[in-house]
């Protein structure tokens, strides 16, 4: 059984730092890709930033320049940097997988930006 855990989440005040990582269990090959969205309290799930396995990226417009995905060592890991953190940023994160396995979340890690 495949299992994404996320940590690194936390409270943080706006112009900080914060680093999540997720790391995957159970899958018996590399993922195609792996993603970080993110749920904001009245608004609708939002893709923050995807990595395939071959490196390419992808940002949403409203976090370039100011977050950074990377896979870790074992592929099955990815990491988001993310700097210059804004209250817009507050949110319950997910770290999403996938391939041909099929497609997988973790439960969620939440990141408060607030003075």
């Known amino acids: 059984q495949v299992q994404l855990v996320e940590s690194g989440g936390g409270l943080v005040q706006p112009g900080g730092s914060l680093r999540l990582s997720c790391a995957a269990s159970?899958?018996?090959?590399?993922?195609?890709?792996m993603s970080w969205y993110r749920r904001s309290p009245g608004k609708s799930r939002e893709q923050v930033a995807s990595i395939t396995s071959t490196g390419l990226t992808m940002y949403a417009d409203s976090v370039k320049g100011r977050f950074a995905i990377s896979r870790g060592n074992s592929q099955n890991t990815v990491d988001l940097q993310m700097n210059n953190l804004r209250p817009g940023d507050t949110a319950v994160y997910y770290c999403?997988?996938?391939?041909?396995?099929?497609?997988?979340w973790g439960q969620g890690t939440r990141v408060t930006v607030s003075s």
């Open positions: 159970g899958s018996p090959s590399t993922f195609t890709f």
């Open positions: 999403n997988a996938g391939g041909s396995g099929g497609e997988f």
